[in-house]
């Protein structure tokens, strides 16, 4: 699928368009928008770890705020996943540390940047209000 057709679709919790085997789907709310790859073939885009919630936004298009570049010294990218915590990654010690200093900290709370989706299926994630630093950066969201 390419970045244009991802940028289009929006995610319908109540009917979501059914997924390949192999494949996995990041929804990023509350915009709804959401990027379908086949895991282990995300190009790397140079921010985060590979296949992260970061890496994939960058892959797509889709703004997630990261001021250290995604090297796990900030909480900019803070993300609180809501749905597929179980096909991610385990929280190492270093993202541990760090999202403690995060604004609004949850349980389900993670740095996109260290997140890294492991195993196919879908997972949500919300970017919180106070984190959506769309102007001050210059990523005005895209019009419909």
Known sequence: MSKTETETKKYDPANPEPLAEGMVRVVFMPEGRFADFEKGKLPYAHHGKPESILDVA???DIFLDHACGGNC??????????????????????????IETAADLQLASRLGCMAVVEKPGTVVVEIPSWNRNYVSEGHAPKKE
């Open 73 to 98: 010294a900030c909480t900019t990218c803070h993300v609180v996943v809501r749905q597929g915590a179980e096909l991610m990654n385990e929280m190492n010690d270093d993202e541990a540390d760090r």
């Open 58 to 60: 960058e892959n797509f």
